[in-house]
Each structure stands twice: as structure tokens, then as C-alpha cells.
């Protein structure tokens, strides 16, 4: 879990995050500080992963009518996900397609890997290994014994919930 004076630099993603600008937006944002005047056929700035800015070089300031009128969004985004998100917002992450299919947020929410408050990543992991396995079988989905091979902390976990399991190949526990 990384505190906001330990994220040093921004890609284009991550950028996209904390402005709710698309990542297309954002790289134009990120050519214009760097001074970038490469572009691709359909004219977006040629900005890969490596190509980063300071978060000082950008105004996060939130202009709304609101209590948090004037307050630097991205601070507020990251001790809020610091601090933990709602039940709510974990059921959401866990159901998102992203996240599913790689057990990690990519793209414009790939900085949550890093923000998330420890306690609730593992809770998104608990959620996505119970939605891994056919519970009218208890079948246990190729990804679901990958994860609990590099996690030894999933097998006691299910045995906990009552869960025994079935593999779908001839793996062995």
C-alpha cells in the first residue's frame, strides 16, 4: 500500500485514474509537460509506460460545491483507498472484467494495486477465489489452482468456508 508521498511519478494510466480524463486525454497531457512531438497515424502523442511526470507537475485541485472545494484529488483518492472503500465498491471491483481475468486492476485502474488498503486486496482475492470455483461442484477453474499454488494462505482459507474441492485436470493438491 503506497502512501501519496511514495508515488513518485504518473503514466498516462495513472494519470487518467486521479483526473477522470480518458488515457487518450492524458497522453496528451503527459506530451504537452514532456514536450513530446511524436504521433501515431490517428495523431495521439506517441507516450508509452516509461514516459512519466511528477504528480507536483499537475494541478489535482477539485473545483466543486462541495466541502472538498480546493483539496488535491489525488491525495483524497489515495488515503481514501489507503484508509479502505466501501463493501459496496470491493463487490464492484471484484465483478470488474479486468480484474478477473488477471487477479490484478490494469489499465487506467492499475494504480489500485499499489493504493488499495491490504486488508481489502485480500478480501478482492477471497471474493474472486470463491467466484473460481463451481460451488454446485465444488470445481476448482485452472486460474483458481494457479492462484492457490502461489498463495498458501487460499487452501486453509476455503477449508475454513467448508468448501472442499474437486480438480478439473488430474492436479493434485
Not at 33 to 55: N, R
Not at 75 to 94: C, D, I, P, R
Not at 105 to 113: Q, V
Request: with cysteine; hydrophobic share 35%; aromatic share 12%.
Amino acid at each position: 500500500m503506497k502512501k501519496i508521498d511514495q508515488i513518485q511519478e504518473l503514466d498516462y494510466n495513472d494519470l487518467a485514474f486521479f483526473t477522470d480524463l480518458s488515457p487518450s486525454d492524458c497522453k496528451w497531457e503527459i506530451a504537452a509537460k514532456l514536450g513530446k512531438t511524436d504521433f501515431t497515424l490517428s495523431g495521439i502523442p506517441i507516450i508509452g509506460k516509461e514516459d512519466t511526470i511528477k504528480p507536483w507537475h499537475y494541478n489535482f485541485t477539485i473545483r466543486s460545491n462541495s466541502k472538498l472545494d480546493g483539496k488535491n484529488k489525488m491525495e483524497y483518492l489515495v488515503k481514501y483507498y489507503n484508509k479502505g472503500t466501501h463493501t459496496h465498491q470491493l463487490m464492484e471491483f471484484s465483478q470488474n472484467e479486468t480484474f478477473i481475468k488477471a487477479l490484478e486492476f490494469t489499465g487506467k485502474y492499475k494504480i489500485l494495486n499499489d493504493i488499495l488498503n491490504n486488508k481489502q486486496y485480500l478480501k478482492l482475492q477471497k471474493s474472486w477465489l470463491r467466484s473460481h470455483i463451481l460451488l454446485t461442484n465444488n470445481y476448482v477453474s485452472a486460474k483458481a489452482q494457479k492462484f492457490m499454488k502461489q498463495h498458501s494462505w487460499a487452501r486453509k482459507y476455503l477449508k475454513e468456508q467448508s468448501i472442499t474441492l474437486k480438480y478439473l485436470k488430474n492436479d493434485k493438491k
